[in-house]
């Protein structure tokens, strides 16, 4: 099977469909429970450049269906995840996933019943911890950015900008290319918070439990503002701000021992 | 009328661009697109175009406990339209005017008392207050300063009751 999925597919525009979707069938390497949720959240959003396994079951999905996808599943990690303990212990409770597993299937009866089950499988996986190696992208390194994130980030600009259209607010579609890039091009595997500035532009933010963050809005396609927090030597935040390329903000996030944030 | 006398004398004493009493508490609005889930942005802090000479907020104690009924005053007289998924969030003013002052310097950020009389069809609105010499939007410090804030900030309510 060839994993080639690049974080861009995520950030097609709403008509664009997905082909050939199918839930990686990577899992948690290590069979443990602490990380099924997240091994879930890794696994469940197709791609466009993914091929699928069985090539007569691929069928077109709107990104809508997709989105619903993600939500449904996501919560049915949560619920996975809230039996706790090993594996084993998910075992025991196999008759609530292939309850859920028939939800799933039900719920889209209009997509190919094999397909279904085909995406479904993630579930049993659960059950079964497949001896599979993580998932690597073709050059055989770990992906930048897991696909969730990329449908996260997808969606919720979607909202800002139909909110601010709505609401007669400025949106600028220069800060959305901008950030689109931007992100594309900056290894992270956590989405930041992403708010719509007054100004219409779009501001992402990572910020950390020991208050350090990292905070860029993005005024064009090459001039971003920042305000990170950071700590020295001590447990008083410290603030730097400013303007600066995208390149020079990697740089900086690095030399300010803020790269930690974005994962 | 307040219903605590001490506060009642306090706010009669007041003019019009006083300083507040740090120990009380303001509230700003704050639009959905400033939230995500539990996040809020610093941005949220930073004055807007209808806000004037500073960044609008709303003084609690100016009206009488308990604080649901201090929030739905506070809401009667909005001039902004509240979204329903928006919040009121609510700061002690001591505490934010010193994290400004210690980790960006001192400003001379004040948070002084500007009641709004009736216009353009809205009521008065006499609980209103600025915070001052904030820089404005679009300025990478004022959104370190709004980031501060936001890191102050004590409570949210719904913006609509």
Request: charge should be neutral; charged fraction near 25%; include cysteine.
């Amino acid at each position: 099977m060839r994993h080639s999925y690049q974080p861009t597919d995520m950030f097609l525009s709403p008509d664009v469909v997905f082909t050939a979707p199918q839930i990686l069938k990577t899992l948690d390497p290590t069979g443990s429970s602490q990380n099924a949720s997240q091994s879930l959240k890794r696994t469940m959003i197709p791609s466009a450049s993914i091929q699928s396994t069985q090539p007569s079951t691929a069928k077109t999905i709107p990104e809508t269906d997709l989105i619903k996808w993600a939500d449904f599943l996501h919560d049915l990690s949560i619920t996975h995840s809230s039996f706790g303990g090993a594996s084993s212990v998910y075992a025991d409770n196999l008759s609530s996933i292939n309850n859920s597993r028939r939800k799933i299937i039900d719920r889209y009866l209009t997509v190919e019943n094999s397909l279904l089950k085909e995406m479904a499988d993630p579930l049993y996986k659960l059950v079964y911890p497949p001896q599979e190696a993580p998932l690597k992208r073709e050059d055989n390194t770990s992906p930048m950015v897991l696909p969730a994130e990329w449908l996260v980030l997808a969606r919720r600009i979607r909202q800002l900008k139909t909110d601010a259209v709505k609401s007669n607010e400025p949106f600028s579609e220069a800060s959305e290319k901008a950030l689109k890039s931007f992100l594309k091009s900056l290894p992270f595997g956590k989405a930041p918070s992403i708010f719509l500035m007054e100004s219409g532009n779009l501001r992402a933010v990572w910020r950390g439990i020991d208050r350090r963050q990292i905070a860029l809005q993005f005024r064009d396609e090459d001039d971003l503002q920042f305000v990170f927090f950071f700590k020295r030597n001590s447990e008083q935040i410290r603030p730097a701000y400013g303007r600066d390329s995208a390149e020079g903000i990697i740089r900086q996030i690095e030399a300010f021992n803020l790269s930690g944030l974005l994962f | 009328m307040p219903s605590n006398p001490s506060t009642f004398s306090y706010h009669l004493s007041l003019s019009k661009g006083d300083n507040l009493d740090p120990k009380h508490h303001i509230v700003r609005y704050v639009k959905p697109g400033q939230m995500q889930g539990e996040e809020i942005n610093g941005g949220a802090f930073l004055a807007r175009p209808t806000d004037g000479n500073g960044v609008s907020y709303n003084w609690i104690e100016y009206y009488p406990d308990p604080l649901e009924t201090q929030m739905n005053c506070i809401r009667a007289c909005a001039r902004l339209n509240y979204a329903a998924t928006g919040k009121l969030v609510k700061l002690n003013i001591e505490k934010t005017l010193n994290e400004i002052k210690n980790v960006i310097g001192d400003l001379k950020t004040t948070v002084n008392y500007n009641p709004l009389d009736p216009e353009n069809g809205y009521p008065a609105d006499p609980s209103h207050a600025l915070m001052t010499n904030i820089p404005e939007d679009g300025d990478a410090l004022a959104e370190a300063i709004g980031d501060l804030i936001r890191d102050t900030l004590i409570e949210t309510y719904p913006a609509k009751g």
